[in-house]
T-cell receptor
């Protein structure tokens, strides 16, 4: 079956790096996503990675994929107060298939 | 461009009443998804449509829930009769599956409280 697991909370000091981890069970996952949800809003896509990639970098964001261990991580460099949100890991087999989400990691920024 | 539009944003109702949530997807998108978000269970996929046809409704909790998509620009999620355990935020999302990533575009959600 399909399942996506991630820790529920993470606290990081402003200016430090945040690393949010995720594991998934479906070996057929082709697309792996990170979505961000700010209070009172819907989710927004932050970044995604194909299963044939190991790493993707986009400004302050770095995504690492270990396909063998089915482990995905999101690193946010120089964490800012505006990064405070819930971050969801998600996966799908195909781009027209359903997307399965983890429960989300609430990132709290300490001053 | 307008994003995914959901209504109502907030609904408070009493147990046993019928609830109808509405969604207008982004024009040109051909997939539509209904999700439910609660603290305990996170974000659950209820049902999704491709080209107005329901593809997978295995996440619909029980017969009290039904969803329709009569045309490409409108979908409803109905709960009849509603129960307190249905209290949650219900999200509609749409996507263009020929797009590069299958990115979902979410509405702002409908917060349902059943007393």
């Amino acid at each position: 079956g399909e399942d996506v697991e991630q820790s529920l909370f993470l606290s990081v000091r402003e200016g430090d790096s945040s690393v949010i981890n995720c594991t998934y069970t479906d070996s057929s996952s082709t697309y792996l996503y990170w979505y961000k949800q700010e209070p009172g809003a819907g989710l927004q896509l932050l970044t995604y990675i194909f299963s044939n990639m190991d790493m993707k970098q986009d400004q302050r964001l770095t995504v690492l994929l270990n396909k063998k261990d089915k482990h995905l991580s999101l690193r946010i460099a120089d964490t800012q107060t505006g990064d405070s949100a819930i971050y969801f890991c998600a996966e799908s087999r195909n781009r027209d298939d359903k997307i399965i989400f983890g429960k989300g990691t609430r990132l709290h920024i300490l001053p | 461009d307008a994003g995914v539009i959901q209504s109502p944003r907030h609904e408070v109702t009493e147990m046993g009443q019928e609830v109808t949530l509405r969604c207008k997807p982004i024009s040109g998108h051909n997939s539509l998804f209904w999700y439910r978000q609660t603290m305990m269970r996170g974000l659950e996929l209820l049902i999704y449509f491709n080209n107005n046809v329901p593809i997978d409704d295995s996440g619909m909790p029980e017969d009290r829930f039904s969803a329709k998509m009569p045309n490409a620009s409108f979908s409803t999620l109905k709960i009849q009769p509603s129960e307190p355990r249905d209290s949650a935020v219900y999200f509609c999302a749409s996507s263009f599956y020929q797009g590069a990533s299958g990115e979902l575009f979410f509405g702002e959600g409908s917060r349902l409280t059943v007393l």
